[in-house]
């Protein structure tokens, strides 16, 4: 079928399946056959912005690598096989062992329909609560923190607000690169009204804090100091809204006594938090003085085993003050996933029931009443890493992974994985064929992506926008809530699972937020009950509340709160040290996240060239100060152990990096790289109350690691092996690059490369066994097919210009000659590292050109270089080399 008749005639407008920001895009098909992706300027959440992964989301589409069809036990079936294998294995199971020993583990890229049916299916038909997703892993605490003090899970703010606050406190969150489109507002905000103060407090100097004022570089895991400190100088400056504590609040003078024990006053706090009381006495200051403060939150609070009491230290402080209900004021919690709020909103959490309900007798009932439930779930299940836990343990004997890739993004991930293959029956949906978890699989399902399914999804600041099909489903790929819904059958509940389309699931999922409300609940968008097939089809983005007016539609806007006082709590906030203390054999702080153009373990991401080169392997950021310490180098080769795995990673050194911490991405999977999991050493301790691991605080010591020797090979075919102790792997525009390690003596690699890259065509080949060096070059009908570089020392060449040549038709004599001597030939350009990945600007492009046109700013740099000019992502690194370039002090942005 041609693709072109795939698509819609018109541009169909859908949501990024990215972060949660939940940025509008408009698809549409090109003359070329290819679906390309813009911004839609008429999408209140980035008014036509899009970051470098929005805007490459037409390269990830293709098939290459999809799961097209069902398997068991790798042999490819019918649908009606795989779905009475599943069926009649949880029957089984569910007779012999209850319904507890069948689990569920689903994921923020699920849509809320999708989420919906596996969370009625789970609760009130299997009945067990043991549903758990991915969002344990991230924005958990944020929603234990709001229920303590709001009794609803209920972000207050919205986008709009910051663009109207003086004041955005930024906290654990590197907004540039994860939440990049939020990044461009904040800056434009900054820039249109010079007044506007911005803070960042992170233990490392990200690219974040480009647009700061004031960085706070805490110690890690002291912020709940930092904000107990901030509670106790409102209360000493006579800051208090005494107004709305009396009226509003409850457990004020527990809350300020709990403050007193850790952060009592700035010279205390300073000193705990390992940053200057002066810059303590600034930040508070401005907080005092600024009515209008919005904090933005999000993994590096979040990710915490005392996460919960620091998202309430910070809520605490906002309580205090009154701002909150109020525009331009409030705690905002940054959501990770793109549909991380819809699943929490439909009950996806295995504490939570469904449509913000918790697990009360009354709530249980009244679900129960609405579902026409035969055996509903009445307590909550087990946290995610607890229920992996219980399946090395043997209770649980059934698991149904939907939608994502735990045997990487678990903490402690070894270990998961050998729990994971104690279960006599897993079962696992999604659109890709080979993953870490797709490999422990008993029974594949083919799930249709975002591209090709309807459905909805809710953003950071409440906005439930649609996603729209616009491709037709590949190969036998269906919806996830067809899935789930033939199951359902299967088990003999055809009645309570008769959808046919997305929108009879989203009917079904409004009425049940207005089933008997009457408002006593938070969630209720049952006013969307009504939609018919049409109207769900042509819906808007919407925010909730539904109010009529704005003081209806901002949450707390009157005073109440949907606690059964209908007052917020304070809690009381002891700060508390992160559960693994470091030790002579565990020295330094292990910090892990994201970088600017991947997302997840790649599975997406990864098909992309132009994401591929900014980072094209994982890397551990060391301080210059503890390199020296531990004897590892820039560019070379590093392990990272703690007390539960190891890692082998590139060292990066980076002053940016706080002395005695390291930090290693969390992206690269089996699939992409030989030993670079950092789950396998991440820490398994997770928040007493929310569930969440502390992914930002693990123990760890680094040590180099040599190999024998090291190389690259770039191939325009993939390889099948790599013949390397250490390998990684990432596509590019016209060759596969693979960078390597051997542990193998150099002689053997050599002797091997031509078996792993085909012994047809013309070889050229160069050893100097004197020093360890080896290069060849595969050349077929005059193109440039592969080439190898191997060296006993880190001597190699700059994989840019080589992976150029690939591009050629036809390779000219000068060309051969410079792949041999390992530099470029006359005339031809080495751009070096990839800075700007819309339009390929290397590192070193910018640089030559800032050297040789000077520059005044990084806006007259893109006008020459087109650099940071589309989606802005690579604009703080822009301005970093500007100022690194021709001296401190220079210019900014413009």
Known sequence: MDRRAEIRARDVATT?????????????????????????????????????????LGETLDHEGRLLFPECHGRRVTWDKALESVARGLQRII??????????????????????????????????????????????????????????????????????????????????????????????????????????????????????????AVRPGTDAVLFNGLLNYV????????????????????????????????????????????????????????????????????????????????????????????????????????N?????????????????????????????????????????????????????????????????????????????????GRCELVVVSDCVRRTDTTALAHVLLPAAPWAEKDGTVTNSERRISRSRRFLSCAGEARPDWWIVTQIARRLGYAKAFPYESAAAIFREHTALSGYENGGTRDFDISRLAALSEADYDALHPVQWPLGDTPEARRPFADGRFFTPSGKARFV???????????????????????????????????KSPRLGAHTPEPAVDVHPRDAVRYGVAHGGLARVFSRWGEVTVRVQLSSDQQPGS??????????????SRIGAVVNPATDPISGEPEFKHTPVRIAPYAPTWAGFILSRERL????????????????????????IPIEDFIAQARNLLGHDGDWIDFEDKAVGRYRAVKIRNGRLEACVFVSSSLALPSRSWLASLFAE?????????????????????????????????????????????????????????????????????????????IGEGVRGIG
């Open 662 to 675: 390291v930090f290693v991405p969390i992206h690269w999977s089996g699939e992409f790289a030989s030993q």
């Open 235 to 338: 209360r000493r400056e006579d800051a208090l809204d005494w107004d709305f504590l009396e009226q509003h609040t409850e457990g004020f003078a527990a809350a300020m006594t709990a403050a007193r024990t850790t952060g009592s006053g700035i010279l205390e706090v300073a000193k705990a938090c390992g940053i200057s009381p002066e810059d303590v006495g600034r930040f508070f200051r401005w907080f005092v003085r600024t009515p209008k403060t919005v904090t933005l939150f999000s993994q590096g609070i979040n990710q915490s085993t005392s996460g919960t009491d620091k998202v309430n230290s910070i809520i605490n402080c906002h309580l205090a003050t009154g701002r909150i209900g109020k525009p331009a004021m409030g705690p905002f919690s940054l959501t990770g996933q793109p």
């Open 95 to 216: 007779k012999k062992h209850g319904p507890g020993a069948v689990a569920f583990y689903v994921s923020g890229q699920l849509l809320t329909e999708d989420y919906y049916v596996a969370n009625k299916l789970m609760k009130g038909y299997i009945g067990s609560a043991n549903i758990d997703t991915n969002s344990r892993l991230c924005m958990s605490s944020a929603v234990a923190g709001h229920v303590r003090a709001f009794g609803a899970d209920l972000v207050p703010c919205d986008y709009q607000d910051l663009e109207w606050a003086d004041l955005l406190v930024l906290v654990g969150s590197n907004a540039a690169w994860c939440h990049p489109v939020i990044f461009q507002r904040l800056r434009a905000a900054k820039a249109a009204r010079e007044h506007v103060k911005v803070v960042v407090i992170d233990p490392r100097r990200t690219p974040t804090c480009e647009i700061a004022d004031l960085h706070l």
């Open 572 to 606: 009381p906030v002891h700060a508390t040290a992160p559960a693994h203390a470091l030790s002579d054999d565990f020295p330094l702080v292990l910090n892990t996240g994201r970088v600017r153009d991947q997302w997840h373990t790649m599975t997406r991401t990864g």
């Open 809 to 885: 038709e036809a390779l000219n004599d000068g060309e051969r000659m410079s792949l041999l001597a390992a530099k470029p030939a006359k005339g031809r350009v080495d751009a070096g590292r990839t800075i700007c990945a819309c339009f390929g600007v290397g590192e070193t492009t910018i640089r030559t050109a800032i050297r040789e046109q000077q520059f005044p700013t990084v806006a007259a740099m893109g006008q020459a270089l087109r650099a940071g000019t589309h989606c802005g992502s690579c604009l703080p690194e822009l301005k970093m080399l500007l100022e690194t370039s």
């Open 340 to 420: 991380a709020m819809g699943g929490r909103e439909v009950g996806g959490l295995a504490t939570t029931l469904a449509a913000h309900m918790d697990f009360s007798a009354e709530n249980v009932a009244r679900v129960q009443r609405f579902w026409q439930a035969p055996r509903m779930a009445t307590a909550p299940g087990l946290k995610a890493v607890d229920l992996f836990r219980a399946m090395g343990e043997g209770h649980i004997k059934a698991v149904w992974i939907m939608a994502t890739n735990p045997m990487v993004s678990l903490p402690d991930v070894d270990r998961m994985r050998a729990a994971l």
């Open 720 to 743: 099948r092996s790599c013949a390397a102790h250490y390998w990684v792997r990432a596509r590019g525009e016209h060759a596969w690059r693979y960078e390597l390690g051997g542990a």
């Open 16 to 56: 990024c399946p990215y972060c949660g920001v939940g940025c509008g895009i408009l698809a549409t098909m090109g003359d070329d056959g290819q679906v390309s992706v813009r911004g839609d300027d008429a999408h209140p959440a980035n008014s036509g912005r899009l970051c470098s992964k929005g805007a490459a």
